[in-house]
């Protein structure tokens, strides 16, 4: 299908954040004496969001009582310098700056918190027409309603919008939204994993042949 709409996860589909990420990680391991955890390590996890940086970082679980101060402390650090290193990827940078210019219809729904998500966009000069943050509804992806309320606001049917991920639960809620359920697997994506097993509709092996694949800027 040509979609009239394309809507992307954030981190590891649109915008590579892991140097960031993973530089406040290892700020953490540091204020614990620990030294520095491989970059790729790091990576790996970062589309599993705060709680499981922290279970990398210092091998605290969910239910440990410190586990909650170093997640704060940790976010804290990420949010000094939410886009230092971070950078849309290459090529779909060149493409979705056409994208704009031409204002064709696009949004992000992600499950990062609007906090972090609103000053990372701003740095890099990223202006979506729908933007639908973890803090933004009660539910956040796989449930489908973001990238429902996502295709409201740009008023295009969730069946005429593309939805691309990085990770399970983005295929999961773009079927259950009844979008097209796009893969890539250039992500942030655990060793145990593959992309090509998720449910989606196309897939993708890395950014290139993602923006080969997009609808054309004219």
């Not at 204002?103 to 990372?120: A, F, H, M, Q, S």
């Amino acid at each position: 299908m040509t979609p009239k709409a394309i809507l992307f996860d954030l981190d590891g589909t649109l915008v590579d954040t892991a140097p960031d990420l993973a530089n406040a990680t290892n700020r953490l391991r540091a204020c614990h004496g620990l030294p520095p955890l491989p970059f790729a390590t790091i990576r790996r996890e970062v589309s599993n969001g705060g709680s499981a940086l922290v279970t990398l970082a210092l091998g605290l679980e969910t239910n440990e009582p410190e586990h909650g101060s170093a997640r704060q402390w940790l976010l804290d650090a990420y949010e000094q310098a939410v886009a230092t290193h971070s950078r849309v990827f290459s090529p779909l940078d060149e493409w979705l700056h056409q994208w704009e210019t031409l204002k064709k219809p696009w949004g992000i729904v992600t499950n990062k918190p609007r906090r972090y998500t609103e000053p990372l966009l701003e740095a890099l000069t990223l202006t979506p027409g729908a933007l639908l943050c973890a803090d933004d509804l009660a539910v956040k992806k796989p449930s489908p309603e973001p990238l429902w309320e996502a295709a409201r606001q740009l008023g295009i049917r969730p069946e005429d919008c593309w939805y691309v991920g990085d990770h399970l639960r983005d295929m999961e809620a773009a079927k259950a939204a009844s979008m097209h359920a796009v893969a890539v697997g250039y992500g942030y994506i655990a060793e145990q994993d593959d992309y090509r097993t998720w449910p989606a509709d196309t897939w993708f092996a890395d950014c290139a042949e993602l923006v080969s694949a997009l609808p054309k800027p004219s």
